[in-house]
C-alpha cells in the first residue's frame, strides 16, 4: 500500500464555454477499469446527442490502467491532453469524462488540446483533489482522571485524534503515521507516567483535501 497518493474527491461537474462549444467536465473516483467504463457509458447515455464523449483513466497503485479516447475528436487531441492533466497531477482511481457540444467554430488541433486540458485542469480545481495518507489507529487505554489532559494535549499535537470512547476505562484513537508509532507510544506513556495501556489498530487512509 502507498503511504500516500493523490486522487479526486469523488463525483463532480464543471461546465466552460469555449469559443461557443460547452464543454462538460464529469469526474469520479474508481478503482477497477469496469467502474471506470461504466462511468463513461452513464455520462455517454446522459449525453447521448453530445457532439462528443472524450474519456482518460488512470488506475492502480503505479498506473498500471491508463486509457484515453478522443471519441471522435481528431486523433489525440481529446482523451491524451486529458490523460496528461491526470499525470501532472500525480493523480490516481480517477476517470474523467468531457462532454462537448458543439458550437459552430471549429477550434483547430491546438485550440481542441487546450480545450479539453483546460476543461479538466478547471473541473479538478473546481471538484476538489484530495491526499489519502496511510495512517495508523493507536488505541490507547486510560483512567478517566487522565482523560482532560490527554484530550487537550492530544488536540495540540501532531497527532490526529480520531474519536473517544467512554467504557470502564476511556478508549482513545488516534491516527498515527506509520514511521511516528514509537514516538507517539513514548509521547503518551510521557504524557500519563505510564499510566496507560497502548495497542496497535487498524491501518486506513485519512483523506485531507489539498491544492495542486
Known sequence: ?????????????????????????????????????????????????ATHNCSAYLIGEHDHVQKANDDGEPSGTAGVPMLEVL???????TVVVVTRYFGGIKLGAGGLIRAYGKSVSEGLNEIGIVERKLMRVMHTKIDYTWLGKVENELR??????????YLNDV??????????????????TELTNGKCEIFEGDVTYLEQQVQI
Open 156 to 165: 495540540s499535537s501532531k497527532f490526529l485524534l480520531k474519536e473517544i470512547h
Open 87 to 93: 499525470k501532472k497531477k500525480n493523480l490516481k482511481d
Open 1 to 49: 500500500m502507498l503511504s500516500y497518493y493523490y486522487t479526486v474527491k469523488g463525483y463532480g461537474e464543471h461546465e466552460l464555454i469555449i469559443q461557443k462549444s460547452r464543454f462538460i467536465c464529469y469526474t469520479e473516483r474508481v478503482t477497477t477499469e469496469e467502474d471506470a467504463q461504466a462511468f463513461i457509458q452513464q455520462i455517454k447515455k446522459k449525453h447521448y446527442n
Open 171 to 188: 478508549e482513545v484513537e488516534t491516527y498515527v503515521e506509520e514511521e511516528k508509532k514509537e514516538s507517539f507510544v513514548e509521547w503518551i
